[in-house]
């Protein structure tokens, strides 16, 4: 089985700052791209960034110069250092990623549990 834990949520003033983590556990062949979704109450959940194995790194507009996207091959894991919080970035975030179990041919798309980000005015 393959598994997404993700850690580091929590309540911060406007202006701050928190890093999310995630961990990616399991038989695990290979990861493509891993990245972090969110979503607000009542809104649908919408993407925050990606990264490539390769390191190619897409971000959402309303996060672009505040938030950093990376990741660590080697312990499967996948960060999001964001800064500037504003209380619109208040959210369940989510990590997300493509792996490949071992033995399997085709990879498909896992997601964490969630944890809670809310960023008071």
């Known amino acids: 089985q393959v598994q997404l834990v993700e850690s580091g949520g929590g309540l911060v003033q406007a202006g701050g700052s928190l890093r999310l983590s995630c961990a990616a556990s399991?038989?695990?062949?290979?990861?493509?791209?891993m990245g972090w979704y969110r979503q607000a109450p009542g809104k649908q959940r919408e993407l925050v960034a990606t990264?490539?194995?390769?390191?190619?790194?897409n971000y959402a507009d309303s996060v672009k110069g505040r938030f950093t996207i990376s990741r660590d091959n080697a312990e499967n894991a996948v960060y999001v250092q964001m800064n500037s919080l504003k209380p619109e970035d208040t959210a369940v975030y989510y990590c997300?990623?493509?792996?490949?179990?071992?033995?399997?041919?085709?990879?498909?798309?896992?997601w964490g549990q969630g944890t809670q980000v809310t960023v008071s005015s």
């Open positions: 997300n990623a493509d792996i490949r179990r071992s033995g399997v041919p085709a990879p498909r798309p896992y």
């Open positions: 399991g038989r695990i062949g290979s990861i493509n791209t």
């Open positions: 990264i490539t194995s390769g390191g190619s790194i």
